[in-house]
């Protein structure tokens, strides 16, 4: 199963409920589901697809969540960019994890100009709240883009997501996570779930681009809401 294919199944159980909540916006998972067909479409049409690498650095943000589901519509491979760590490593993290795509949030922009003219292999920057310098606003990006579904053939030993370690003994090394890696922990996430026939209501405050972030498939799955904290 691709990463996309969990809110899938929650826009068929629950298409005009609450899918991501933050603050006072609600986006409905018929609304994300959209959402996610014209980020595909717009990596598509970038080139990007199966064997690219698409590294995501934000806040917790419903759009950096989307940007995860849309890119797994096509195949390319999720990086996780950890936005506490320094410099150095997430300029290691994005060059040797061979990233072709990052979407960025403009609290990070400052880190991303002085990163760029050492990322030779990033042809893609989209700024998720607003334009910058060489990027377009994320808005603007995903506009004139078709919300055709998108589905390319994926197979279970897909690489869906590339997380750097802690670097704790050195530089971070690329941890390789299959879809049905994947599948497995969600499925036995599921299984302990404690939530006995109700929709859950899953309150995000750690960072999505971690461990969080993975538990947020489950609770797709079941047409629950994701309450996304900023910090």
């Keep these: 199963m691709k990463l996309a294919d969990y809110l899938d199944r929650g826009v068929f159980l629950n298409p005009d409920g609450p899918c ?6 609600v986006m409905t998972y018929a609304e994300v589901q959209t959402l996610t067909y014209r980020i595909a479409n717009g990596l598509l049409a970038a080139g990007m697809g199966k064997g690219s690498h698409v590294a995501i650095l934000s806040p917790n943000d419903p759009r950096a969540f989307s940007c995860v589901l849309g ?19 997430n300029h290691y993290i994005l060059d040797n994890f061979d990233c072709h795509v990052l979407f960025y949030h403009s609290n990070y922009a400052e880190l ?3 990163l760029r003219p050492r990322l030779p292999k990033i042809v893609l920057y989209v700024c998720l709240d607003r334009e910058d310098a060489g990027a377009p606003a994320f808005a603007d990006w ?5 919300t ?9 030993d897909d690489l869906a997501m590339l997380v750097g370690t ?11 996570l299959s879809a049905q890696n994947l599948e497995t922990f969600i499925a ?12 859950p209501v899953y309150l995000a405050l750690a960072p999505l681009t971690h461990a969080a ?8 799955a079941l047409g629950g809401s994701t309450v996304i904290m900023p910090k």
């Design 188 to 199: 036995l996430t599921l299984l302990c779930a404690p939530h006995q026939n109700e929709t």
């Design 213 to 220: 972030g993975v538990l947020t498939f489950p609770i797709l």
């Design 166 to 176: 802690g670097g704790t003994t050195g530089l971070p090394k690329g941890v390789m």
């Design 71 to 89: 890119l797994s519509r096509t195949g390319a491979t999720w990086v996780p960019i950890n936005p506490r760590n320094g410099l150095e490593e």
């Design 148 to 156: 055709d579904p998108v589905d390319v053939p994926s197979r279970g």
């Design 112 to 114: 991303v100009q002085a």
């Design 142 to 146: 995903i506009a004139g883009q078709p």
């Design 20 to 25: 991501f909540i933050t603050g006072g916006e």
